[in-house]
């Protein structure tokens, strides 16, 4: 198992410019979540799923849009960056409704 | 808001056993109590969790009080290996993972 996989690892977008950030799971699980981590910062929770078609909003969602069309895939898209969105990107998984969450290593982006 | 409070920073020596204090007085009884830790700027990693009892894995014992207000996660034996950011989190089945600041705990060579 490859586990949770996020592409790309770095990215630097133009204000104004539009990404996906992907994110993706081989362990079958039902719940995916996007953080963000700010430097010097905890992780603040953008968008969840807790299965595919149903997605919802965490602490900061506002710039970000989410879907979720299967239980593998869960990609964070930025519709138009702003230097605000600089930040390290962490994708996670979770199976059933009290296991631990598993985590990728996380995209770096920069917004210039 | 995050439903936890932790220390800052904390400090151990190698070898020793690391203590990590979490408060969480407005627990509610359907409430687990989490452990992660991202080391530097790693993905965070599941540690250990509990509901009432106390826990222990091959990583760490998780000690909750009796009224729940409370827990302690004990690393056992540190290492420079586990100097990270530890986080205690408080979720009921279904529930958000939401983080707090958690503590940066350095072990000391």
């Known amino acids: 198992n490859a586990g949770v996989t996020q592409t790309p690892k770095f990215q630097v977008l133009k204000t104004g410019q539009s990404m996906t950030l992907q994110c993706a799971q081989d362990?079958?699980?039902?719940?995916m979540s996007w953080y963000r981590q700010d430097p010097g910062m905890g992780l603040r929770l953008i968008h969840y799923?807790?299965?595919?078609?149903?997605?919802d909003q965490g602490e900061v969602p506002n710039g970000y849009n989410v879907s979720r069309s299967t239980t593998e895939d869960f990609p964070l898209r930025l519709l138009s960056a702003a230097p605000s969105q600089t930040s390290v990107y962490f994708c996670?998984?979770?199976?059933?409704?009290?296991?631990?969450?598993?985590f990728g290593q996380g995209t770096r982006l920069t917004v210039v | 808001d995050a439903k936890t409070t932790q220390p800052t920073s904390m400090d151990c020596a190698e070898g020793r056993a690391a203590n990590l204090p979490c408060n969480h007085s407005?627990?509610?009884?359907?409430?687990?109590v989490y452990w992660y830790r991202q080391i530097h700027s790693q993905g965070p990693q599941y540690i250990i969790h509990?509901?009432?009892n106390n826990e222990t894995n091959e990583m760490a014992s998780l000690i909750i009080t009796e009224d729940r207000k409370s827990s302690t996660l004990i690393l056992p034996h540190a290492t420079l290996r586990d100097t990270a950011v530890y986080y205690c989190?408080?979720?009921?089945?279904?529930?958000?993972?939401?983080f707090g600041k958690g503590t940066r705990l350095h072990i000391l060579p």
């Open positions: 996670a998984s979770t199976k059933g409704t009290i296991a631990e969450a598993f």
């Open positions: 362990m079958n699980h039902e719940y």
């Open positions: 799923s807790v299965g595919a078609g149903i997605t």
């Open positions: 407005t627990i509610s009884g359907n409430e687990y």
């Open positions: 509990g509901l009432k």
């Open positions: 989190i408080v979720r009921a089945r279904d529930d958000k993972i939401i």
